[in-house]
T-cell receptor
Framework: RKEVEQDPGPFNVPEGATVAFNCTYSNSASQSFFWYRQDCRKEPKLLMS???SGNEDGRFTAQLNRASQYISLLIRDSKLSDSATYLCVVYEIPNQAGTALIFGKGTTLSVSS | GAVVSQHPSWVICKSGTSVKIECRSL??????MFWYRQFPKQSLMLMATSNEGSKATYEQGVEKDKFLINHASLTLSTLTVTSAHPEDSSFYICSARPRGLADAKNIQYFGAGTRLSVL
């Protein structure tokens, strides 16, 4: 299985800042892409899916560039509650029955007042 | 929303004992459940894919005789760590893939995880 790579950070930003996370994936056959959020010692929770046309959900904007195999997440007007680890996740079909999400190691964001 | 219950949330056990972790989908049927393991500051690593009524598919490097998976119904999968050793200490997370729309979107819903500490 190929990898999903992210800058681990940490990204330390003040409240109100705009911050961008990048992710690259190596399997060109990957089918779907997601950003998950994981708080310390908690399970990952889906933040948003990522589409080639780009998609926005409030302060969060995700972009996908299939040609470059590159995914990004932009957070505007950062809040203290945005502090977490953001996981870039790629969906693949392995060579056996079933499907799998491949997780990056995550990028840690710390927002301070 | 879809809820996945994972139990127990925290286990401390002696080396050599076996530990069973349950993963239940509470309000949906899951034909496929997944078991992941996460070491500190590492990404989630898929251990195995569990399909209801059939044998689990294990990822390369995961011992199927050590990590026993049973998916007896559409709402329950269990992972048993047999003869646990300190190196098995980790955060184990299950996820479930519902039928229907979420299935088509390749979305998985995660349990809250089980923190296993083997002394």
């Amino acid at each position: 299985r190929k990898e999903v790579e992210q800058d681990p950070g940490p990204f330390n930003v003040p409240e109100g800042a705009t911050v961008a996370f990048n992710c690259t994936y190596s399997n060109s056959a990957s089918q779907s892409f997601f950003w998950y959020r994981q708080d310390c010692r908690k399970e990952p929770k889906l933040l948003m899916s990522v589409y080639s046309s780009g998609n926005e959900d409030g302060r969060f904007t995700a972009q996908l560039n299939r040609a470059s195999q590159y995914i990004s997440l932009l957070i505007r007007d950062s809040k203290l509650s945005d502090s977490a680890t953001y996981l870039c996740v790629v969906y693949e079909i392995p060579n056996q029955a079933g499907t799998a999400l491949i997780f990056g190691k995550g990028t840690t964001l710390s927002v301070s007042s | 929303g879809a809820v996945v219950s994972q139990h127990p949330s925290w286990v401390i056990c002696k080396s050599g004992t076996s530990v069973k972790i349950e993963c239940r989908s509470l309000d949906f049927q899951a034909t496929t459940m997944f078991w992941y393991r996460q070491f500190p500051k590492q990404s989630l690593m898929l251990m195995a894919t569990s399909n209801e009524g059939s044998k689990a598919t294990y990822e390369q490097g995961v011992e199927k005789d050590k990590f026993l998976i049973n998916h007896a119904s559409l709402t329950l999968s269990t992972l048993t760590v047999t003869s646990a050793h300190p190196e098995d200490s980790s955060f184990y997370i299950c996820s479930a893939r519902p039928r229907g729309l979420a299935d088509a979107k390749n979305i998985q819903y995660f349990g809250a995880g089980t923190r296993l500490s083997v002394l």
